[in-house]
């Protein structure tokens, strides 16, 4: 009686925490080098880390979610609705 462990364990999702950390750090930075401000400086690099964090997870969680081989999320609810020709 052995426990077998999940055969897909579950990704962790650290982007937005790894975003908002590099953020700050990069915005300080910036922000003494370019505005001569620390607190704006982090303003933006908050921002743009929370951004590209969240853009980051997003692009990791989509393998795990992909069912449909075709890549196609509709929903198969009946025939097209494509638009008629004109009949002039």
């Known amino acids: ?46 921002s743009i880390g929370i951004a590209l964090g969240v853009a980051f997870d997003a692009k990791g969680s989509g393998e795990d979610e992909a069912d449909d081989p075709s890549g196609d999320d509709e929903s198969d609810d009946g025939p097209d609705r494509s638009p008629s020709p004109d009949p002039r």
């Open 1 to 46: 009686m052995t426990d077998q462990p999940e055969k897909s364990p579950k990704k962790s999702q650290n982007g937005l925490a790894i975003g908002i950390g590099l953020g700050i750090a990069f915005g300080a930075m910036a922000g003494m080098l370019f505005f001569d401000n620390l607190a704006l400086g982090m303003g933006f690099g908050i």
